[in-house]
């Protein structure tokens, strides 16, 4: 079964830090790029962060960049997302997704086209509060 694992959620302090991982069982994250996604209660899914799959290219949303940083595992089947500085509005739950093809060797995928990754996680929950 392929499958995507988030993990690393919890909760924390406002200026706290937190690094979520991003894990691929049944298949090698070799050939996928991959996001990072949020959404809060009542709120729109977003895109946090991206990288393609040979990790060297990333792309960030404006409320995140300077704080949050996107990086693969040099071997392995993990990709990272570090979260210093989290604020409040950084509450939601994060999901990681994997987007195939040689289209993303040289560069991320989108953050706000979902419809470029094929496979999601089940999100795991980010609470930021004093």
């Known amino acids: 079964q392929l499958q995507l694992v988030e993990s690393g959620g919890g909760l924390v302090r406002p200026g706290g830090s937190l690094r979520l991982s991003c894990a691929a069982s049944?298949?090698?994250?070799?050939?996928?790029?991959i996001g990072w996604f949020r959404q809060a209660p009542g709120q729109e899914r977003e895109g946090v962060s991206s990288?393609?799959?040979?990790?060297?290219?990333?792309n960030y949303a404006n409320f995140v960049k300077g704080r949050f940083t996107i990086s693969r595992a040099n071997a392995g089947n993990t990709v990272y997302l570090q979260m210093n500085n989290l604020k409040p509005e950084d509450t939601a739950v994060y999901y990681c997704?994997?987007?195939?093809?040689?289209?993303?060797?040289?560069?991320?995928?989108?953050?706000?086209?979902?419809?470029?990754?094929?496979?999601w996680g089940q999100g795991t929950q980010v609470t930021v509060s004093p």
């Open positions: 997704a994997a987007a195939y093809g040689s289209t993303w060797y040289y560069q991320p995928p989108s953050l706000t086209d979902g419809s470029e990754y094929d496979y």
């Open positions: 049944g298949f090698s994250l070799d050939h996928y790029a």
């Open positions: 990288v393609n799959i040979r990790g060297g290219s990333t």
